[in-house]
Each structure stands twice: as structure tokens, then as C-alpha cells.
T-cell receptor, first 114, second 113 residues
Framework: GAVVSQHPSWVICKSGTSVKIECRSL??????MFWYRQFPKQSLMLMAT?????????EQGVEKDKFLINHASLTLSTLTVTSAHPEDSSFYIC??????????FGPGTRLTVL | SQQGEEDPQALSIQEGENATMNCSYK?????LQWYRQNSGRGLVHLIL?????REKHSGRLRVTLDTSKKSSSLLITASRAADTASYFC?????????????FGEGTQLTVNP
């Protein structure tokens, strides 16, 4: 149990385009979802926390207009990187948390912006 | 600021040897967790130790927690080449939006066959 999927697993896009990443909890209801970013050889940095049906809470330094987060259902959250630039190239990882507060991580999405 | 700091940043050992990684943190925590990440892949949860626990075992893994020193260690015994990965500690503390994890910088472990 407690499986979290992400789609796509990797994406390459041109500078200036927008990219949407999906995070799904497959076998439990996720009241809270988290989005992390990881640059090469670095740790995971929390970008934002989203609760189902409410606006996401962004960490300091993360632009909410650039990284749009939608958590419209208890099993799906999406992260849209708007007007992506090469510096947004990174590994994006989501996690989902249900009633027990434990976080379950997705496999990550590798974004490369050309 | 980053909550967790780990040392060493990189560790290279021979198969069969033990590997010890350390993690320090700054604030009060509910629990501390250790994760493994193979290159370019997602996280694998290894073990969780609560703030009122001092030691925990899981297979070849042994985790200690010293809340007075705000530090934890992960010991992998009888290491195998397959243990080669990055290892991260993550502290779980209550924030304004509920429980949140803060990750350490990680230790890159290489186990040579």
C-alpha cells in the first residue's frame, strides 16, 4: 500500500513553455501533498505544501506564480512550471500524506529545459 | 536554513565493512527519518525513529538518536555493493502548515566490491 506515482517521469521542453507534472496517490487519500525540488548532487528542498481544496503554502523564495500547484482531489496534485527556463531544470519529487501524517514519496520527474 | 547537516559528505568503503553516517539538526523534532536514493531515482524510506526513542534496528540498519545533542547516526553493517547510494536524514517537525520534513545534505556512500 501507500503508492505514489508521478507523471511524466521525465520531460524535455523548450525555454518559455509550461510543463505540468502530476502526482497521484494510488491507494490512499492524500489530504496533504508536498512538492520538492532537487538539483544535481544536492538535497531535497521543499517548495510548497498543498492541502486538498485549499491554496498551496509556498516556501520562502519559491515563486507561486511560476510554480502553480493545484490539489483538486484527494488523490491528485499537479505542479505546473510556467514559462520554464534552463535554471528550472531539476528533479521534482512529490510526496503524499494521509491520515497518519506519514509522507510517501513519488519516483520523481526529471525536467530538462533547453 | 537547512535543518539537517550530514557527515561525511562522501564515504567509500569495501564490501563487508560497516558504514556510519551522521546527521545533526537544529530544532525540536517529532521524529527523524532516514532515506536512500539511488542515482536519479526516487526516495526509499529506510527507518523512522521517534523523538522518545534512542535506538532502532531494521535488518542491517541501526539508527541512534540523541536529542540532547540533536544528532542521529545511521549504521549499515556488512555493507554490499548494492548499498551504494545517497543517504539522507530528514527531520519531522511541526510547522505552521502541519508536519513537514526537512532533509539533510546527504551522504554519498560507495561500496566497492
Amino acid at each position: 500500500g501507500a503508492v505514489v506515482s508521478q507523471h511524466p517521469s521525465w520531460v524535455i521542453c523548450k525555454s518559455g513553455t509550461s510543463v505540468k507534472i502530476e502526482c497521484r496517490s494510488l491507494d490512499f487519500q492524500a489530504t496533504t501533498m508536498f512538492w520538492y525540488r532537487q538539483f544535481p548532487k544536492q538535497s531535497l528542498m521543499l517548495m510548497a505544501t498543498s492541502n486538498e481544496g485549499s491554496k498551496a503554502t509556498y516556501e520562502q523564495g519559491v515563486e507561486k506564480d511560476k510554480f502553480l500547484i493545484n490539489h483538486a482531489s484527494l488523490t491528485l496534485s499537479t505542479l505546473t512550471v510556467t514559462s520554464a527556463h534552463p535554471e528550472d531544470s531539476s528533479f521534482y519529487i512529490c510526496s503524499a500524506s494521509g491520515s497518519r501524517n506519514e509522507q510517501f514519496f513519488g519516483p520523481g520527474t526529471r525536467l530538462t529545459v533547453l | 536554513s537547512q535543518q539537517g547537516e550530514e557527515d561525511p559528505q562522501a564515504l567509500s568503503i569495501q564490501e563487508g565493512e560497516n558504514a556510519t553516517m551522521n546527521c545533526s539538526y537544529k530544532t525540536s523534532i517529532n521524529n527523524l527519518q532516514w532515506y536512500r536514493q539511488n542515482s536519479g531515482r526516487g526516495l526509499v524510506h529506510l527507518i523512522l525513529i521517534r523523538s522518545n526513542e534512542r535506538e532502532k534496528h531494521s535488518g542491517r540498519l541501526r539508527v541512534t538518536l540523541d536529542t540532547s545533542k540533536k544528532s542521529s547516526s545511521l549504521l549499515i553493517t556488512a555493507s554490499r555493493a548494492a548499498d551504494t547510494a545517497s543517504y539522507f536524514c530528514a527531520t519531522d517537525a511541526w510547522g505552521t502548515s502541519g508536519s513537514r520534513l526537512t532533509f539533510g545534505e546527504g551522504t554519498q556512500l560507495t561500496v566497492n566490491p
